[in-house]
């Protein structure tokens, strides 16, 4: 995307339910508002592969290509990779805004931003759609996914581009089925900034963990998409850029265990024909370990990691948050289960459950060792509106009004600073560099060698993708190997991986998530960011640099 203007597109193709309006001459902005730095965010690593961001915004991407299937120009901004700039705001004529709670305090500054240049500002996605009264400030809001509100929202701007007088709201009562999606506007996006690309098969899951917001907003029955679609997206991904890894961002890629099984055949096939160009990731209940047949699929299609909401191994705290799928198996051998598919697990942990006790945070560092379970977001708990846990809370008069930056926002049963303290305590027991770096040599040695291979005539093979892979190579020695402060550990780590077990690549996965999550725990430690990644309200944190997009 070139740095003078963000991407443009006046495509004339139909939407299934909207056709284009004759003559329209409308012209939408779609801003996706910065990040708040997290253990999942990578952020630290970027200079070591050269990304500039994440993931691409794919609820952004999705609405984009919505509009401009109705004949709008659309531009996108994801202020993760430039600055929204004044420019942009005098080539718009609305200006649409999507975010999730921690994007908050951004979403308000570029509704009034907008405002400055008297732009209708529309809001949509999960923030707003689960606590529209947050944002009294955006001119219209989207409530829900696409669907019918999206289409009147269309035709009220095709209609009337002025700013209401008062603010008008948009509630979606009959969804778009998702068999009906456009394929998201991967081409309006600077995709090769990316660490990963995205790609959504579901919306929905079954079950109904307390702190979880997903099964009100997205209900409890999955939709899916079919799997020629995500064919498609992954093709069209693969044209505009994406490289090395593609991340299911459903909620639960087995939700529905047989519309999982149906595409991952699919992407077996794909991966073959395609000669394996990425590896797959996604999010997944610890009930997955009842499916062999889905972990044998998923290796054949490579995926390489599969992120679990293991959130406790204490069995008390999992059943008074009603998670009971993660007690199906025991813990430990449901993750040396998913291990021997060649798949790492990546997993989800809070601290601060009515169950904790002053042992809990020795316990977790406990199950952190046992589980080598090398990368884990850990988070203290946080009351998110739509969930039973903010009612029950609620009732309790236990949500805090103003809680500190990036703090949580629950009234803790046992005293604050000692689960503070304990959360600082399991982080650092973590994150350690050489203990850290000690689980990744575990899966190195234990899950890598499971992983089908990949053939010597994959794209990851060609002069291009070598070439980029040694300047990841030289970034990471240079970085991790000279400049940290963790440098001995980081040898050790190294020198074991390529001597003993003869595995460039997880050696190189090791450094830079490694490096991320060293550093980040640092500043976490230092009250430098957030104690939980879904608080609404986050502490100044590093933006890009103004004018690089």
Known sequence: MPHSSPAETTHSATHPHSPPAPGTNRRMLCVFPHYAPSFGT?????????????????????????????????????????????????????????????????????????????????????????????????????????????????????????????????????????????????????????????????SGCPFKCEFCDIPELYGRKPRIKTPQQITTELDTMLAHGIRDAVYFVDDNFIANPHAAKRLLEHLVTWQRQHRYPVDFTCEATLNITQHPDLLALMRQARFTQLYVGIETPEEDALIVMDKRQNLRSPILQ???????????????????????????????????????????????????????????????????????????????????????????????????PDRMFARYLHQIHNTHPHRLR????????????????????????????IRAPYRTAFWRMATTALLRHRNPEGMLWAAVAGHHLITFTAEALEDRTEKTFYADTMPDWPSPRRGVS
């Open 334 to 432: 449901a993750i040396a289960t998913i291990n021997s598919y060649g798949i790492e697990v990546a997993s989800g942990a809070i601290l601060g459950l009515d169950t904790d006790t002053p042992d809990t945070y020795d316990r977790f560092c406990h199950f952190i060792d046992a589980s080598n379970i090398p990368f884990l977001t850990i988070n203290l708990l946080q009351a998110l509106p739509h969930t039973p846990l903010w009612r029950r809370l609620e009732a309790e008069g236990r949500i805090l009004a103003a809680p500190g930056p990036g703090d949580s926002n629950v009234d803790f049963l046992l005293p604050r600073d000692t689960v503070v303290n304990g959360w600082r305590h399991v982080i650092a027991h973590a994150y350690q």
């Open 42 to 202: 990578f952020h630290h690593s970027f200079k070591l592969v050269g990304a500039r961001a994440f993931y691409p915004p794919q609820g952004i991407l999705v609405i984009a290509a919505f509009f401009a299937a109705r004949g709008w120009a659309v531009r996108i901004v994801d202020e993760n990779l430039r600055h929204l700039t004044e420019t942009d705001l005098a080539w718009a004529q609305v200006v649409m805004v999507s975010g999730m709670h921690v994007q908050r305090d951004k979403i308000l500054d570029i509704t009034s931003r907008a405002h400055r240049h008297n732009l209708t500002a529309v809001l949509g996605g999960p923030s707003v759609s689960a606590a529209p009264h947050w944002y009294p400030q955006p001119d219209m809001l989207h409530i829900g996914e696409l669907g019918d509100a999206t289409v009147q929202l269309a035709e009220r701007l095709e209609h009337d581009l002025h700013r209401p007088t008062t603010q008008e709201t948009y509630p979606t009562k009959k969804r778009t089925a998702l068999e009906d999606f456009p394929t998201p506007a991967y081409h309006l996006a600077d995709t090769s900034a990316y660490l990963a690309g995205t790609v959504q098969a579901s």
């Open 454 to 481: 990949v053939p010597l005539s994959s794209p990851r093979y060609r002069p291009a993708a070598l070439s980029r892979g040694a300047r990841i190579t030289a970034n990471v020695l240079w970085h991790c190997g």
